[in-house]
């Protein structure tokens, strides 16, 4: 194959690769607008039990952190495609990262990594002092 299909392919890819990791991106900031707001949704509302803010609070920050994940797979198949895809015709479009699986980090890792914990923590420090308020004040 000649170095100029070649190149067409690997750009192809490489927008291909691009356009998922940015999606991912994408679904991880809407999961953090998703989780705000419904949180405070499940403050201002009148439940008798507020501590029901901490289910969608868990479950966001586990799907966040599936999404980073998913986007950090991604990172690392991207990174291969650029070094080796100029120089070898083997799995031409094939994006499937699932041999990066033991290289990145767990989900739960990821819960409590750098980029989750500050957002997601601050929220639950936040609950947690507006439910001992409640507590002792209502």
């Known amino acids: 194959m000649k ?3 070649r190149l067409k392919i690997l750009t192809e890819e490489v927008k291909n690769l691009q356009g998922i990791i940015k999606r991912m991106a994408s679904n991880s900031l809407e999961i953090k607008k998703w989780t ?3 949180v405070v949704s499940a403050l201002i509302l009148k439940f008798e039990h507020k501590y029901i803010a901490f289910i969608p609070l868990i479950a966001f920050w586990i799907l966040d952190s599936y999404y980073l994940r998913q986007e950090k797979l991604f990172r690392k198949k991207y990174d291969e495609i650029i070094v080796t895809r100029v120089f070898n ?7 499937n990262p699932k041999r990066y699986n033991k290289e990145v980090d767990s989900v739960f890792k ?3 990594s750098v980029s989750t914990l500050p957002f997601y923590g601050s929220i639950c420090i936040i609950l947690i002092f507006i439910l ?4 002792f004040f209502s």
């Not at 015709?89 to 994006?95: A, P, Q, R, S």
């Not at 001992?132 to 507590?135: A, L, M, Q, R, T």
Request: aromatic share 24%.
């Open 36 to 38: 705000i707001a419904l």
């Open 3 to 5: 170095i100029e299909d």
């Open 132 to 135: 001992i308020y409640d507590y």
């Open 89 to 95: 015709d083997n799995n031409f479009f094939d994006v």
């Open 110 to 112: 990821i819960c409590f």
